[in-house]
């Protein structure tokens, strides 16, 4: 299958990062490789890029794309950029680029279990290595604990009614996959207006499967350490959560005297 990546707000991305030759930069979720190409192509391959991602079908296709360029592709997780960097060599870096959520690629590969539109095992883990799946989460979870993270990471207000169908459902068979899991929500709670009934249910699962917010909170962290005086940290967000995980964790960091915010506002 063949997915043509078109990276999101890449002009924006260059003017923020102030991409220079001879520099070194990271894309920690290097994906397709296409912020990444744009990046070095900025400085007709003058600099140095890391490229980190936890997927490794999407690290196949970047080295592919990225042939030629100074680069290393490293799987492992953007919360790891200092052990990353360390192991390559490096000591900081000029630029930190995080494109955060589910690629293209996630939800289009049979088999990932990303869609709500397909009817394929649950499964939506970005690092196949690791065990914890959504199927795991539907069949084993309590009804509390399902509520909690479908109000948390979700935040959907139908948490509690969502969790106690997918219980009872669960009763009489097992769930095991993505179409079984969008009919039992849409029957739950209906279905109104364009947005699919089970798209935050299906967020909600994703984020605790891949332990996305923690991840975040602790990439930042480890990103800050390995910047150099005057770098730049360029971070994509595309909910709410993220975004207040950003802005809060930027705004410490201003408070302590170690970053100045360069855009009050986020570009839209």
């Excluded at 070194?24 to 290097?30: A, C, H």
């Excluded at 997780?77 to 589910?102: H, K, M, P, Q, W």
């Excluded at 539907?138 to 139908?158: C, N, P, V």
């Amino acid at each position: 299958m063949e997915i043509a990546h078109v990276p999101v707000m890449l002009e924006e991305v260059l003017r923020m990062l102030k991409v220079k030759k001879s520099g070194v930069y990271i894309d920690g979720t290097v994906g397709l490789g296409g912020h990444a190409e744009g990046i070095l192509k900025s400085v007709e391959g003058g600099c140095t890029l890391i490229g980190i991602d936890k997927d490794e079908e999407a690290l196949n296709i970047a080295k592919e794309r990225l042939k030629g360029f100074d680069v290393h592709l490293i799987m492992d997780r953007f919360s790891n950029t200092d052990a990353v960097i360390s192991n390559l060599g490096y000591r900081e870096v000029d630029g930190i680029l995080l494109d955060l959520g589910v690629s293209t690629l996630q939800l289009k590969s049979e088999g990932r279990g990303f869609s709500f539109l397909k009817d394929e095992p649950l499964d939506m883990r970005m690092d196949n290595r690791q065990t914890l799946t959504a199927l795991r989460i539907i069949s084993g979870y309590t009804e509390k604990d399902l509520a909690h993270i479908l109000w948390q990471y979700g935040e959907e207000r139908f948490s509690r009614k969502i969790a106690r169908a997918i219980v009872n459902a669960r009763e009489q068979k097992p769930i095991r996959t993505c179409r079984e899991l969008s009919q039992i929500i849409e029957k739950a709670i209906g279905r109104k207006g364009r947005i699919h009934p089970a798209t935050k249910t299906f967020q909600a699962l994703r984020i605790e499967v891949n332990k996305e917010l923690t991840e975040l909170s602790m990439a930042i962290n480890s990103g800050i350490n390995i910047l150099k005086s005057g770098g730049r940290f360029c971070i994509l967000s595309y909910h709410s959560l993220e975004d207040r995980i950003v802005k809060h964790s930027f705004k410490e960091l201003e408070r302590k005297g170690m970053v100045s915010i360069i855009t009050k506002k986020p570009l839209i």
